[in-house]
Nanobody, 115 residues
Framework: QVQLVESGGGLVQPGGSLRLSCAASGSIFTFSSMAWYRQVPGKQRELVARIFRVGTMNYADSVKGRFTISRDSAKNTVTLQMNSLKPEDTAAYYC?????????WGQGTQVTVSS
């Protein structure tokens, strides 16, 4: 099974930027899509951005125009560039790989947006 490991979280001021990376232990094309989700305590995990094997991308309305998902197939990484961060972006961010009924998850990385 392909393992996923996130990195790049931290504390940032409102309006700032962060770049999250997800490193896969195998080919990212093992999955039909890869995505970033986020979760705050007491709420359901929500989809932030997804990139499909064919290259199509989609985003949650709340992050459109601010976040960008990309991939590097040579390095087997998926990246989430987050700009113009807002306090409401504060959450634990999780990398996800999806194939059929199977989902693989990373351990999560915390993003805190605060002055």
């Amino acid at each position: 099974q392909v393992q996923l490991v996130e990195s790049g979280g931290g504390l940032v001021q409102p309006g700032g930027s962060l770049r999250l990376s997800c490193a896969a232990s195998g080919s990212i094309f093992t999955f039909s899509s890869m995505a970033w989700y986020r979760q705050v305590p007491g709420k359901q995990r929500e989809l932030v951005a997804r990139i499909f094997r064919v290259g199509t991308m989609n985003y949650a309305d709340s992050v459109k125009g601010r976040f960008t998902i990309s991939r590097d197939s040579a390095k087997n990484t998926v990246t989430l560039q987050m700009n113009s961060l807002k306090p409401e972006d504060t959450a634990a961010y999780y990398c996800n790989g999806h194939l059929g009924v199977l989902d693989s998850w990373g351990q999560g990385t915390q993003v805190t947006v605060s002055s």
